[in-house]
């Protein structure tokens, strides 16, 4: 397991997502309001990329006729059968027993903390004045 | 990490996924089929356009739950619908899974169902004209079913002869959704044609018949319409069997594409209970009706049922028969399944082999 660098938080605007490359692995970046997540790209179900669906909301109803819409910009829909996850968690809705996409932690640092730590970024320059998104890989 | 962990290989022998996929939705559009349209039909179109025997002028009876229908990464990168573009078509799917045939399936503009039966005919030749200059010349792993007329049977066979024994071309292509069941004699000829020239005939899902969609009436939602199909199939094929169409030409072959599966063993239990009771009042079946849909019919595997356990996917396979299964895709629409995931890792290679490959080649005759 290594602490990697996937990106600086500020190429990711609110609502937005990122698709990364990380040790091999296909993670999409999400920010939901300025908070940061992270899951596999790959749906548990028959490995659509999630990164290519549509962010959406949580529709649901107590009963025929009544409907509550909440989560919104928090739930990924699968851009193939539609299953929807999550984002915060990678639960699915349907099935969060057994189907869910892997989340990843993710945290915001300080590039200056990062200039001095174990970390990995391998693609781009981290600037001591910036923030960026750190994953456990 | 490995590609071999990521992607099973699904042939270890080879180390080829080996995939014929029987249902691949390519989209023309009418600019495509015009130069093999009459210029008097060119100009019926831009005039009065086409009517099909629904209530509306345009758009699905229900809407998609996708746009187009379709996997939302499948739009090509040129603007066009998805399914539209060859080039890109074989870069996610044909060269993607390394596919060794595709069946294509048309769903519009194929003047199928359309109303005014000299233009439906019309559309019919210029599409299947056009499949050839579009899609079965330049990759020759294309295989495209044949349009036909289906409300005007005799045009319908004409089609057939016409086209028969060219190597573009492996099955006729009818819809679930006529005008009548698809027992009936008006479509008789289509079936002797067919199995005449050696052709299977495959009955895809959907169309417009001006009928509700269910025989309670229209449904409200799109889920109870995907659904449907399985009712409406168990309609048209209990036709094709007690008005004797498979004792009329011994040789057909009928593929039902995207109609799901596991209502197949269910139909034939109850059509056997009660034929055994009332056989006298269809004498022209000579075998119990479950016999005809083994020796007859195949099913596509998209989007087939999935059940809560593996094995219970396996026994009603075990029923319909091993060698009637053929794997589909149905790219590019959203309910796509990946030929890699699709079934249950307990299917043993030699099954998965018959289904994923070898029963499509020995039904189409591929090489
Ligand atoms: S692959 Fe994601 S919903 Fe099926």
Redesign the pocket.
């Known amino acids: 397991m290594a602490r990697r660098v996937v990106a600086r938080a500020g190429e990711i605007e609110p609502g937005a997502r990122k698709l990364v490359e990380v040790a091999g692995r296909a993670i999409v970046l999400f920010n939901i309001g300025g908070e940061f997540f992270a899951l596999a790209n790959r749906?548990?179900?028959?490995?659509?990329e999630?990164c290519k669906g549509r962010i959406t909301g949580l529709v649901s109803s107590p009963e025929p006729g009544v409907y509550d819409y909440t989560h919104q910009g928090e739930v990924i829909r699968?851009?193939?059968?539609?299953?929807e996850f999550h984002i915060r968690t990678g639960k699915s809705w349907c099935d969060p027993r057994t189907m869910n996409a892997r989340a990843y932690d993710v945290k915001v640092e300080k590039g200056a903390m990062l200039v001095e730590g174990p970390y990995v970024a391998e693609t781009f320059p981290v600037r001591v004045e910036d923030e960026y998104l750190v994953i456990e890989v | 990490m490995t590609s071999e962990v990521l992607h099973p290989s699904l042939d270890p022998a080879s180390n080829r996924l080996c995939v014929i996929d029987c249902d691949i939705h390519p989209k023309d559009s009418i600019d495509d089929i015009k130069p093999y349209l009459a210029q008097r039909w060119i100009d019926y179109l831009a005039t009065y356009g086409t009517r099909a025997r629904h209530g509306f002028q345009s758009g699905f009876m229900y809407p998609k739950s996708q746009p187009q229908a379709a996997r939302r990464d499948s739009w090509p990168p040129d603007g066009g619908l998805p399914a539209s573009n060859l080039k890109f078509m074989q870069d996610q799917l044909l060269d993607f899974y390394d596919i060794e045939y595709g069946v294509l399936n048309f769903l519009s503009p194929t003047g199928q169902g359309v109303q005014n039966s000299d233009l439906s005919v019309a559309m019919a030749y210029a599409c299947n004209e056009a499949h050839r200059d579009r899609w079965t010349g330049p990759d020759k792993r294309l295989k495209a079913s044949i349009v036909v007329p289906y409300e005007d049977g005799a045009a319908s066979a004409k089609e057939i002869a016409r086209l028969a024994g060219m190597p573009d071309y492996a099955q006729v292509q009818l819809l679930s959704r006529m005008s009548e069941l698809a027992g009936k004699k008006r479509y008789w000829p289509i079936y002797e044609a067919a199995s005449e020239l050696g052709l299977p005939v495959g009955i895809h899902v959907f169309g417009y018949s001006g009928w509700a969609s269910t025989n309670g009436g229209w449904a409200s939602f799109y889920i109870e319409e995907m659904a449907e199909h399985c009712t409406s199939c168990q309609a048209l094929l209990t036709s094709l069997i007690v008005e004797g169409v498979f004792e009329q030409f011994p040789k057909l072959k009928v593929v039902l594409i995207e109609a799901g599966f596991a209502w197949l063993p269910a139909l034939g239990y109850r059509l056997d209970k009660h034929w055994k009771k009332l056989r006298g009042e269809v004498p022209h079946l000579k075998r119990a009706p479950s016999e005809y849909i083994r020796d007859h019919v195949y099913v596509t595997t998209q989007p087939m049922e999935e059940t809560e356990k593996p094995e219970h996917l396996l026994q009603i396979m075990d029923w319909v028969g091993w060698d009637k299964i053929l794997f589909a895709t149905d790219y590019p629409h959203w309910d796509f399944d990946?030929p890699r995931y699709a079934f249950p890792t307990t299917l043993t290679p030699e099954r998965r082999r018959q289904v994923l490959s070898e029963n499509a080649r020995k039904l189409y005759g591929f090489a």
Do not use: R, S, Y
């Open positions: 749906c548990p179900h028959k490995n659509g999630l699968c851009p193939w059968h539609g299953w | 990946d």
